[in-house]
């Protein structure tokens, strides 16, 4: 086994219907940017009615017909949030756990501590995390998911994976395996992926091997290592 190994997300993505909510936090290939990409899929009507809005500079999801929302309790919430330079990025309300927590001088896995995976039971969906910051020009990051310990969701297990950047490396962490009924959790550590130096390139990448029916929206971000700028990218299928 090739633990050094990187795939290509395109490949990975492409194979598998359905890896659920995702999170990519790496370096461009030439060193030059800390990229963060968030992605959301679903498979019934309520979940898929759904787009990715930017609003004093918070991602958020949000309805795309709100006549057509049945329970907006696990699909609606802050994505994307910044405090103090760190970038957090969730696939739930546990962003406001963590942002909360990091302005009264905490840090994710003390915020992460006080939360579990999310209650739709059969599936006891994983709560997956990431918390990136650049330090004397370079990033560092950490990401966490939060899974059942068992199928009956009886206790949580809490995993956090802490990283120093390496050129071209993203880490990829995604709620399932693929489709099933119950949903099959994400198990091992995140997987190692290419980031290209172009945030089109990326942005196409991921968003064309999403599987079409099931994919929702894509919110990609490059941070020049050097002066801070910011590219982003928000692909709806919901347009």
């Known amino acids: 086994m090739?633990?050094?190994k990187i795939d290509?997300?395109?490949?990975?993505?492409?194979?598998n219907p359905?890896?659920?909510r995702g999170i990519v936090v790496g370096k461009s290939e030439d060193g030059k940017y800390a990229v963060s990409a968030y992605f959301i899929m679903g498979r019934s009507e309520n979940s898929r009615n759904r787009v990715f809005v930017k609003k004093d500079n918070v991602l958020y999801t949000e309805p795309y017909d709100a006549s057509k929302v049945s329970d907006p309790?696990?699909?609606?919430?802050?994505?994307?949030r910044e405090h103090n330079g760190a970038l957090i990025v969730t696939n739930g309300d546990q962003t406001d756990t963590v942002y909360e927590a990091m302005k009264a001088g905490g840090d994710m896995r003390s915020a992460l501590r006080t939360r579990e995976f999310e209650p739709d039971a059969p599936n006891l969906t994983p709560r997956i995390s990431a918390v990136s910051?650049?330090?004397e020009g370079e990033l560092c990051y950490e990401m966490s998911i939060l899974k059942s310990?068992?199928?009956e969701g009886s206790s949580c297990n809490r995993f956090f994976y802490e990283y120093s950047s390496v050129a071209g490396v993203g880490h990829f962490i995604h709620t399932y395996v693929t489709d099933g009924n119950p949903i099959p959790t994400f198990v091992g550590e995140p997987e190692r992926v290419l980031?290209?130096?172009?945030?089109?390139?990326?942005?196409k990448e991921i968003w064309e091997n999403l599987n079409e029916n099931n994919k929702i929206s894509l919110y990609l971000r490059y941070t020049s290592l050097e002066d801070?700028?910011?590219?982003?990218?928000?692909?709806?299928?919901?347009?």
Do not use: T
Not at 8 to 14: Q, Y
Not at 195 to 203: H, L, N, T, V
Not at 228 to 239: D, H
């Open 149 to 151: 310990a068992d199928p």
């Open 133 to 135: 910051f650049i330090e």
């Open 18 to 20: 359905y890896p659920g």
């Open 73 to 80: 309790s696990l699909i609606i919430y802050a994505a994307v």
């Open 195 to 203: 980031i290209p130096s172009d945030i089109d390139a990326f942005a």
């Open 228 to 239: 801070g700028s910011v590219s982003e990218r928000i692909i709806n299928k919901n347009a």
């Open 8 to 15: 290509k997300i395109g490949e990975l993505l492409a194979s």
């Open 2 to 4: 090739n633990v050094y």
